[in-house]
T-cell receptor
Framework: RKEVEQDPGPFNVPEGATVAFNCTYS??????FFWYRQDCRKEPKLLMS???SGNEDGRFTAQLNRASQYISLLIRDSKLSDSATYLC??????????????FGKGTKLSVIP | DAGVIQSPRHEVTEMGQEVTLRCKPI?????LFWYRQTMMRGLELLIY????????DSGMPEDRFSAKMPNASFSTLKIQPSEPRDSAVYFC??????????????????FGNGTRLTVT
């Protein structure tokens, strides 16, 4: 089983739609979680961190399910500018420790006019 | 503010040639990472430095790859000799620890815009 797995997509959704991505991770000891966004031919950028209690940032909601070892990203009211690849990232550590961020291969989202 | 700067943006070279990729991290950042991204394998960590010292190079694929960080504002990744399977986008990223302690949530990565390497 791969360490971090994502549905590669593409997800093609109309503007205004709600779309959700899931990501599963194999290391049950993973402690910290993130979503990065990568535009075509650009560098990845941090979209949001994912906390145990779940968190929201505008139209974006991230949730963590430790029992099932998955994290999710929900995008409401999709905009054309949301078109990108979304990378799921996990780390066995949340406190001070060695760096072990593992990136998923990403889920591609295309928002259609 | 200047972000992470990588050069060149694109590199096309023939198999067997030496390739040197360059990175200037964000000023003041004390961690520097080299990643490689391919369609097949996604983003893979090659090596990272803390205060210019290599900490973990277990991701470097083989001895043909080497990385240096002679000072806080410059790092290189060298491939010698290059092979077609090295074709990928190579990203450099930097990060700032909090009071000398790196934690995932407090030290996000800032990526450069990458070097697209093609080895023919």
């Amino acid at each position: 089983r791969k360490e971090v797995e994502q549905d590669p997509g593409p997800f093609n959704v109309p503007e205004g739609a709600t779309v959700a991505f899931n990501c599963t991770y194999s290391n049950s000891a993973s402690q910290s979680f993130f979503w990065y966004r990568q535009d075509c031919r650009k560098e990845p950028k941090l979209l949001m961190s994912v906390y145990s209690s779940g968190n929201e940032d505008g139209r974006f909601t991230a949730q963590l399910n430790r029992a099932s070892q998955y994290i999710s990203l929900l995008i409401r009211d999709s905009k054309l500018s949301d078109s990108a690849t979304y990378l799921c990232v996990v780390n066995p550590f949340s406190g001070a420790g060695s760096y072990q961020l593992t990136f998923g291969k990403g889920t591609k989202l295309s928002v259609i006019p | 503010d200047a972000g992470v700067i990588q050069s060149p943006r694109h590199e096309v070279t023939e198999m067997g040639q030496e390739v040197t990729l360059r990175c200037k991290p964000i000023s003041g950042h004390d961690y520097l990472f080299w990643y490689r991204q391919t369609m097949m394998r996604g983003l893979e960590l090659l090596i990272y430095f803390n205060n210019n010292v290599p900490i973990d190079d277990s991701g470097m694929p083989e001895d043909r790859f080497s990385a240096k960080m002679p000072n806080a504002s410059f790092s290189t990744l060298k491939i010698q000799p290059s092979e077609p399977r090295d074709s990928a986008v190579y990203f450099c990223a930097s990060s700032l620890s909090q009071s000398g302690v790196w934690t995932s949530y407090n030290s996000p990565l800032h990526f450069g815009n990458g070097t697209r390497l093609t080895v023919t």
